[in-house]
């Protein structure tokens, strides 16, 4: 045979490859597009996903028209894969005013939530967009039909988060904490955790420590037997509580229930955790009468310890030393009466003794 010919057949060949390729890809419906999209999404291919679902939209568009059900939830698929979140804004509103055409309430709210999330999670200054999409959540779901109410509790805690006074935050905790009765049983606890902690944040800023104690036993109750770290911070922050109280032997016990949890779940992991936890202890003795300086001060240095052989120091160890260093004054104060502030500075500055070469601070 001769070499045109072998080119010919060549050609022929890859044509008809191509051709087929085209009538394939011509063939995809919507469904098909959606499945390539998820299985994009699951492989973590954010451009991908996204070209199939513009195809997916395409497709939907012809076969429903713009105003339909299918063509709102291809939207709400589109800004969850939308690097530009005031574009992703933008779909999520196209899907919102498709479900509010066609009556779908909860569908109204539940993507108001989605937007909501998007701008939490967003690099950006995007605080006041979150707060009015969480407030839209509250505005449009309807409390005595709802279906899932974890997403209504959720807002209520996100826009708490977003009030500068105590009062309006701690209006906002308490509506969420009454539904949660009505959460499931797979968010019971996260969600339980994050209303019943933020209102006794309130209670503690305002030094009312008796209205924060059960709130924080709340919380440290909520795992029950199965003792995580939600218990452990239940612990920490309840023992704080019943020093401030008064009842120092019931807040070391609390204080040593968390670190033996934390160091079960692996210190390595939760040394901040435990540096707070021994602050905490060391506050709890040194409120009580006879109180052992020497013991006392080794508590504070253990909370010191967990930072020395960090060969990084990221943002959070800089949040949770400044968390540690105003508990351990707390400590000193009450060991100390008579001395100032620069002598625990002092004796702060010789027991932190950081190694660490990297300083890693991020900033969105």
Request: hydrophobic share 35%; glycine share 8%.
């Amino acid at each position: 045979m001769t070499i045109k010919k072998w080119t010919f057949m060549i050609l022929m060949l890859l044509a008809g490859g191509i051709l087929i390729l085209v009538i394939r890809g011509g063939s995809f419906d919507r469904e098909d597009y959606l499945q390539r999209a998820e299985y994009w999404i699951q492989k973590g291919k954010r451009e991908q996903a996204y070209y199939s679902l513009e195809k997916a939209l395409e497709k939907s568009r012809k076969a429903y028209g713009e105003i339909s059900v299918e063509t709102a939830e291809i939207y709400r698929k589109l800004a969850g894969q939308e690097r530009d979140l005031s574009r992703g804004g933008e779909f999520f509103d196209r899907a919102i005013k498709i479900y509010q055409l066609e009556g779908l309430e909860e569908q109204v709210w539940e993507t108001y939530f989605e937007k909501g999330c998007m701008y939490l999670l967003g690099k950006t200054a995007t605080s006041e967009q979150a707060e009015d999409a969480f407030l839209k959540v509250i505005e449009n779901a309807d409390i005595a039909s709802c279906e899932n109410t974890d997403n209504l509790c959720l807002s209520f805690y996100y826009v708490s988060l977003y009030q500068d006074g105590l009062e309006e935050k701690l209006a906002f905790l308490q509506k969420g904490e009454q539904i949660l009765g009505q959460l499931s049983a797979e968010k019971e606890v996260e969600i339980s955790e994050k209303i019943y902690g933020g209102i006794a944040s309130v209670y503690f800023e305002e030094k009312n420590y008796e209205k924060a104690l059960p709130y924080y036993e709340k919380v440290r109750g909520l795992e029950g037997e199965q003792a995580g770290k939600i218990t452990a911070d239940g612990n920490n922050m309840s023992g704080l509580c019943l020093a401030y109280l008064g009842e120092t032997e019931t807040a070391a016990e609390r204080a040593k229930e968390a670190i033996g949890i934390f160091e079960k779940l692996g210190s390595g992991d939760y040394y901040r955790d435990l540096s707070v936890s021994y602050a905490i202890l060391a506050i709890s003795y040194a409120e009580q009468e006879q109180a052992e300086e020497e013991t006392v001060l080794s508590y504070g240095k253990k909370a010191l310890s967990y930072y020395e052989e960090l060969e990084t120091i990221t943002n959070a160890d800089i949040t949770y030393l400044k968390m540690v260093k105003m508990l351990l004054w707390e400590m000193f104060q009450r060991l100390y009466p008579e001395k100032e502030y620069w002598e625990f500075e002092d004796w702060y500055n010789k027991n932190l003794k950081l190694k660490a070469g990297v300083y890693q601070f991020k900033v969105n």
